[in-house]
């Protein structure tokens, strides 16, 4: 698919169209796939974040935030819980927090692979070289890092550099590759200032880089942040702003898996909170084939809220598991077993 064909999908309306873009997409993900739904359990591990990100609600700039971080004795009993669960993979997650260090984790993630056969992927932002390259050694398998945007301009602006320090995530994705991570990045949808233009190269960088596990959701404003107060100011001219609908959303994991057969699209939380419905099962019919159950202690769950109202706030890992595998087997699909690690890699090799 060239650009303007990703474009014309993107703008297209046509419910008949789509529903062949729903079909197409679902065919591409079973063939290339297949029926399972991996799970990885989330462990939203910290809040404390040196970060200004307009757009997330614990941005070193919002005093309101409650900050927390989980002990190692914590996130250990999250791991079994996961392994219990029968989950293949665990998420450790955090805001921007240099009170985890490269040993603190190291020895986590060396107790839970001690313990476990667990995959383990961290998402905890823009770390220190040092530090990706220590955690690669202890046993770290995935790294998860959003590039949110592939407009520099816009990225710059919604995602202010810490002092003194270049953000460049592409270039990170690249790095982390290179020390053998698995590599995860992925966008929002529907950001104050975004362009169908800008969500059209997105996808098109999907590919160009090799990711091999791409996550897309709505943009949802939180009231604490400076997008989430101005972005009727910040939005791009009519007809060329990309709305933050569930529908939009969807468009793009569809067009993104038909562009990278091979690859894992979970069906994301965001997806999840905007329509609660049928969010999740609408990711999942339309190209996707993760899901990634909250295992945060129920206390800390409302302190990590990067937007409001966040699907499984209200719930204990328990029921978020059960919700979720509920779901997925009443579509007739299968819950994977084992990692689920990228076919990206495996079936290029
Ligand atoms: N500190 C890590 C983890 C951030 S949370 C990092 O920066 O990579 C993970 C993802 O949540 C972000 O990459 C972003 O895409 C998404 N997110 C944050 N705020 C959001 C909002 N208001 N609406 C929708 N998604 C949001």
């Given at each position: 698919m060239n650009k303007q064909e990703i474009l014309d999908w993107l703008k297209t309306e046509d419910a008949d169209k789509l529903e062949k873009l729903w079909t197409t997409a679902d065919s591409v993900r079973r063939e290339n796939v297949g029926d399972a739904v991996h799970l990885r359990g989330l462990v939203e591990i910290s809040n404390i974040c040196v970060r200004n990100c307009g757009y997330c609600g614990i941005r070193a700039g919002n005093p309101g935030v409650q900050r927390y971080r989980m002990t190692a004795d914590e996130i250990l009993d999250c791991a079994r819980l996961a392994v219990g669960f029968g989950y293949g993979t665990l998420v450790l997650q955090a805001g921007?927090?240099?009170?985890?260090t490269a040993d603190w984790l190291s020895m986590i993630i060396q107790r839970i692979k001690n313990e476990t056969s667990l995959a383990i992927t961290l998402s905890l932002g823009e770390r220190d070289d040092a530090d990706l390259v220590a955690w690669k050694r202890a046993g770290a398998d995935r790294y998860l890092l959003r590039f949110e945007t592939s407009n520099k301009e816009l990225y710059d602006r919604i995602h202010p550099p810490l002092q003194g320090r270049d953000s460049d995530r592409f270039q990170i994705l690249r790095r982390l590759r290179e020390i053998g991570y698995e590599v995860g990045s992925g966008i929002m949808v529907g950001i104050p200032g975004q362009t169908y233009d800008d969500l059209a190269d997105d996808i098109l960088a999907f590919r160009e880089y090799e990711i091999d596990m791409i996550g897309i959701g709505p943009y949802i404003p939180h009231p604490e942040t400076p997008l989430g107060r101005e972005e009727d100011r910040l939005n791009a001219p009519e007809g060329e702003q990309v709305p933050a609908t569930e529908l939009m959303t969807c468009k793009v994991v569809a067009l993104t898996r038909i562009q990278c057969p091979l690859i894992n699209i979970p069906s994301t939380t965001a997806l999840a909170t905007i329509n609660r419905a049928e969010g999740r099962e609408h990711g999942l019919s339309r190209g996707a084939n993760i899901c990634m159950p909250n295992l945060t202690p129920r206390k800390y769950r409302e302190l990590y809220e990067i937007y409001p109202a966040k699907a499984s706030c209200d719930e204990n890992a328990d029921e978020s598991n059960a919700r979720i595998q509920a779901r997925i087997r009443a579509m007739g699909r299968t819950i994977g077993t084992?990692?689920?690690?990228?076919?990206?890699k495996t079936k290029a090799a």
């Open positions: 921007e927090d240099y009170g985890i084992g990692r689920g690690d990228s076919l990206n």
